[in-house]
């Protein structure tokens, strides 16, 4: 008789109910860990830096002999050959198939979070690129690609999105993350997730939604730190966006954060993983660890006495698997049940939900992959990272002098990241976290894939280059030098911003935090120095996070192109060269400096202090971005009252007022002027991309139910009380061109966990002139 766990006919709750009974300690113990096949001689394995000796040590000899739940990062250890790790991944496999007991197939899991991090697949731009063009469908769109080439070669479950709000620039991961503003971040996070995993996991990539949660708020912005945030506010800001991804996109991973909030350390917290992920959210999928999150619970956090204690503690309240070791589990597990710190019920729900999403990933039925026939990425993939990188550009300041005159103009391009490729990624990019792990030189592409050289072949009269000055330290030789270069042009092209790399190797990036927001290194003095030439400055930055950019007001041109991946230097040279609009709007508010942080765009009316800290507010804000071409507004609709448990309609229309094509990003906010509770000055609800012609006009239209409106009360229960409400509609948080006041009528409404958590947009284009 056929096992009833082997059949493809049976239900996956009759299959996982099977083949749990067959099971013992040791099979289950193994399913809720991991082992790394391919660390080498040195690996930073975030956040230790983990020897060849000791990685074997982590990955005991009989690792493999009961099965195992994950393979940590079988492509992303090192550069690797597609088809060689193809057949690496489909031995294992066939080990784990026909060589142990039961035969279940392991996970392997990857980074993803701008592209697949392997060699040859497609390094799309960072997540600050993907908010900067404030498109869910775009997203969407690279999220399935990214499942088609984790799943051709035999990948199933991506560590991405982050889903943080990231309301402290100081802190490395910002440019991780999809901004500071919890709406937008949502609406993106579930947009990945839904790409991602696909219409069927069978055919999907189960995501991963981290960190959850607080993770981006922590003391000075510093790694790891703690988090002092209250439950209000952690309900109504941070938790939101892992809300509606685990609720309305059916994420299938959630991996805690390394941070306590008020003390509780994620990793060990039922209240988080239990109470909320589970029973309030009805989350189904698994929850894995951040990289020794279960060991932290008594190496870094010391709430745990030892591995029975750590494993115990985790298991009870909610983790279900430890990544990317298994000597915690396979040791921790059985221990902790002979102590009687941990009972087999408790065991059994985190085995059920490990081979659960493995039945609906379909590994049973195809464990191993098929050779490789063609390249893993595909032309549309490249031309795709290129058209982000596009929008997500976004044009800070212009007198004019953009778009350049590609045709006479003596340019000079100067900067330490105008002729280094790998300026271009962000740090869980594979050239930044792999290849340039191996080499310190380690650089991408062809020549062309530099903003120098990109301009290069674009224009046909000579382009100099001085490098003047370093990211990394503060050496000023060369500034003379670029000075003299910017003399002797029409217009300076000053390409700056940050190296991003893990744990103070970059000045951005997983553990490379600041206390200083100016430029790093040498950079500050290198563009005061250029400006005082006398000679125009178009301002290129290739950063992480949103400096403080006070001292370059007197730039002619900011332009904020983030991390823009392997297609970022063409985009940049599309945008400067006027081949294309930059419609990218800033996903970040750009301050003053460290010592107005944190400053955000939700912030409460009493955030400037009292008398309002002289300084505070933005250089520029949240939602910020120009164009090469103008646009008006006109003609809002909107109800004056409707009733607290209705849905608001507000429209209004929006044309093209220049001479060239161009994408505008119009933004609807509201602001709650009487409310139990202190309320945002402003708070995102809806937003519409669109593409005009010269003359041509579009109405836009959102519904915006009221359970969007609906906050934390007095005792954190989700209400919505009546009163005034503004309806803001402009070009960014600060440029609001039409309002109006909607008066909410009724009684104080009580929201359950149904609630709708997003608005719908349409958008109505008129023919074009």
């Known amino acids: 008789m056929t096992d009833t766990y082997r059949l493809a006919t049976a239900s996956i709750e009759e299959r996982v109910a099977d083949l749990l009974a067959r099971m013992t300690v040791e099979e289950k113990a193994a399913q809720l860990t991991a082992v790394w096949i391919d660390v ?57 198939v026909e060589q142990t007991r039961l035969g279940i197939p392991a996970i392997c899991h990857e980074e993803c979070l701008s592209g697949l991090m392997a060699q040859d697949a497609t390094s799309f731009p960072c997540p600050l690129n993907l908010a900067s063009t404030w498109d869910p469908q775009l997203v969407r769109q690279m999220a399935d690609v990214i499942r088609r080439q984790m799943r051709t070669i035999g990948t199933h479950q991506g560590l991405a999105p982050v889903a943080d709000v990231a309301r402290d620039a100081r802190w490395g991961r910002v440019e991780e993350t999809f901004g500071e503003e919890p709406y937008l971040v949502a609406v993106l996070t579930a947009a990945y997730v839904e790409g991602l995993q696909g219409d069927d996991l069978s055919n999907g990539v189960a995501a991963t939604l981290k960190h959850y949660a607080g993770y981006s708020f922590s003391e000075g912005g510093r790694n790891v730190a703690p988090v002092h945030v209250g439950r209000r506010e952690l309900a109504d800001v941070f938790l939101l966006p892992f809300e509606m991804a685990v609720r309305d996109a059916g994420a299938w991973g959630v991996m805690p954060a390394y941070v306590a909030i008020d003390g509780e350390a994620a990793h060990g917290s039922r209240w988080l993983l239990s109470d909320v992920l589970r029973e309030a959210w009805g989350f189904r999928g698994t929850v894995v660890s951040d990289y020794f999150g279960v060991s932290n619970l008594r190496d870094q956090d010391h709430v745990a006495t030892d591995r029975a204690t750590a494993v115990a503690t985790a298991l009870t309240a909610g983790m279900d698997v430890e990544l990317p070791f298994p000597a915690e589990m396979i040791e921790g597990v059985p221990e902790a049940l002979d102590r009687g710190l941990l009972d087999m019920a408790t065991v059994d729900l985190a085995v059920e939900r490990v081979l659960r999403i493995k039945f609906e990933l379909g590994l049973f039925e195809r464990p191993y992959v098929e050779p490789l026939t063609a390249a ?8 795709l990272a290129r058209i982000i990188a596009v929008r997500s550009i976004t044009l800070l300041k212009n007198d004019g002098v953009l778009p350049l005159d590609g045709r006479s103009a003596r340019i000079a391009v100067i900067g330490p990241n105008a002729d280094d490729s790998l300026a ?128 370059a007001s007197s730039c002619a041109a900011i332009v904020e192109a983030w991390f823009p991946g392997l297609e970022g230097a063409h985009a940049i040279a599309d945008v400067l060269l006027g081949e294309a609009d930059p419609g990218g709007r800033s996903p970040v508010t750009f301050s003053a400096g460290a010592g107005f942080q944190p400053i955000y765009v939700g912030h409460l009316p009493t955030s400037p202090g009292s008398p309002p800290l002289k300084g505070f507010g933005a250089v520029y804000p949240f939602g910020h971005g120009l164009s090469y071409t103008t646009f008006d507004y006109a003609d809002l609709e909107a109800p004056t009252e409707l009733a607290v448990d209705g849905c608001i309609e507000v429209s209004c229309s929006v044309r093209n007022s220049g001479t060239r094509a161009g994408e505008e990003v119009v933004q609807l906010y509201i602001r709650d002027r009487d409310a139990c509770v202190l309320r945002p000055v402003q708070q995102l609800v809806g937003f519409q991309r669109v593409a005009l012609a010269p003359a041509q006009q579009a109405r836009i239209t959102w519904k915006v139910p009221t359970d969007l409106l609906a906050y934390s009360g007095i005792d954190y229960t989700r209400i919505l009380e009546p009163g005034p409400v503004d309806l803001l509609v402009g070009a960014s948080s600060s440029d609001i061109r039409l309002e109006v006041e909607c008066l909410l009528t009724g009684s104080v409404r009580q929201l359950d966990g149904d609630r709708l958590r997003s608005s719908t947009v349409t958008a109505v284009l008129s023919p074009s002139a």
């Open 376 to 383: 893993l990425e595909e032309p549309a993939d490249r031309e």
């Open 424 to 551: 271009l990624f962000g740090d869980y990019s594979f050239e930044n976290h792999v290849l340039a792990r191996g080499s310190a030189d380690a650089a991408v592409g062809a020549p062309s894939h530099t903003v120098l050289g990109a301009l290069r072949t674009r224009l046909d009269q000579a382009v100099s280059y001085v490098e003047g000055a370093h990211v990394m330290d503060r050496e000023l030789e060369g500034i003379p030098e670029a000075v003299a270069a910017a003399q002797a042009a029409d217009v300076a092209v000053v390409v700056l911003g940050d190296r991003s790399r893990l744990f103070g190797e970059g000045t951005v990036g997983e553990g490379s935090d600041a206390s200083d927001l100016s430029l790093p290194g040498g950079q500050a003095s290198l563009l005061e120095a250029v400006l005082g030439s006398g000679t125009p400055v178009v301002l290129v930055l290739l950063s992480g996070r949103p400096y403080d950019l006070t001292p």
């Open 40 to 96: 080498t001689d040195r690996a930073q394995i975030a956040p230790r830096e983990v020897d060849g000796d000791a990685a074997a040590a982590m990955n005991t000899p009989d690792a493999l002999a009961h099965g195992i739940g994950h393979v940590s990062r079988p492509y992303g250890s090192r550069p690797l050959d597609p088809s060689v790790g193809i057949d690496k991944v489909n031995a294992l496999q066939r080990r784990l």
